[in-house]
C-alpha cells in the first residue's frame, strides 16, 4: 500500500495534466471556431449582397412594400446551406419568421445600390457531445504519463536502495607506540621503523 501523501502527489499530477490538456484543446478548439464563423459570415455577406438585387426587399423610398415570402424563402433556403456551419441568417432588413432573441449580430451591408441590416445567430457551442470522447483520451494519457512517472521514480529508489554503501575511511591520526618490553619506539603509520630506547637505571630511594 502506497501512503497517503504519495497518492495524493500522483493524484494532484494527474488532475494536473487532465487539465492543461483538456484546456489547451478547448482554447485552440475556441480559436478555431471563432475564425470558422467570421469566415462564414464574410461569406454569407458576400452572398447576400450579390442576391440583393434578386431580393423583392422593401423600400421606403420608392414606396415599394416588397415580397416578405420571397425574402422568407431566400433565408429559409440560405440557412439550409448553413446548417453544418453553426452560422443562421435570422433576418434582412427586420424581415424574418423566428422568434426574437437578444443574442444577435447585426451587420449593416453596403451594395452598390442600397445598404441593408441583416442580423446573424452563432449556434456554435464551446463543448458537445464529440468532446466526451477527447476527454477520455485526454484522461488515459493523464494517467498513462503518471504510471510511468511513478515507475520511474520507483525504479530510482529501488536502484538507489541496492546501492553499495561506500565505507567511509577515517584517516586516524599518527600514534606513538612504545614497547617497552623490546625497548623501542615506532609510530603507528609505519610500524615496520622502531627506535631503540636507551633507558638509564635510576635508583629511588622512598623516604
Known amino acids: 500500500m502506497l501512503p497517503i501523501r504519495i497518492k495524493l502527489v500522483y493524484g494532484a499530477i494527474f488532475l494536473s495534466c487532465c487539465l492543461v490538456l483538456f484546456a489547451t484543446f478547448i482554447i485552440a ?9 467570421a469566415l462564414t459570415l464574410a461569406k454569407v455577406e458576400n452572398r447576400i449582397a450579390l442576391d ?11 414606396k415599394h412594400s416588397g415580397s416578405r415570402d420571397m425574402v422568407l424563402n431566400y ?7 448553413l446548417a453544418d456551419s453553426g452560422v443562421m441568417v435570422y433576418s434582412i432588413e427586420g424581415i ?7 443574442d444577435l449580430i447585426t451587420k449593416q451591408l453596403h451594395a452598390p445600390q ?10 456554435s457551442s464551446l463543448l458537445d457531445k464529440n468532446d466526451i470522447a477527447v476527454f477520455i483520451l485526454v484522461c488515459l494519457f493523464a494517467s498513462t504519463f503518471t504510471y510511468l512517472l511513478f515507475i520511474s521514480e520507483r525504479t530510482k529508489i529501488q536502484i538507489a536502495k541496492n546501492e553499495p554503501e561506500v565505507a567511509v575511511q577515517i584517516e586516524e591520526k599518527p600514534k606513538l607506540i612504545v614497547d617497552l618490553q623490546n625497548k623501542t619506539l615506532a609510530a603507528s ?19
Open 29 to 37: 478548439k475556441a480559436y478555431k471556431t471563432t475564425t470558422n464563423d
Open 52 to 62: 440583393l438585387n434578386h431580393l423583392n426587399l422593401p423600400d421606403g423610398f420608392l
Open 75 to 81: 433565408i429559409t433556403r440560405l440557412n439550409a446551406q
Open 96 to 102: 424574418s419568421e423566428y422568434p426574437a432573441r437578444a
Open 114 to 123: 442600397k445598404s441593408l441590416t441583416v442580423s446573424f445567430v452563432i449556434a
Open 189 to 207: 603509520c609505519d610500524v615496520d621503523k622502531t627506535v631503540t630506547l636507551r633507558i638509564n637505571h635510576c635508583v629511588f630511594i622512598l623516604l
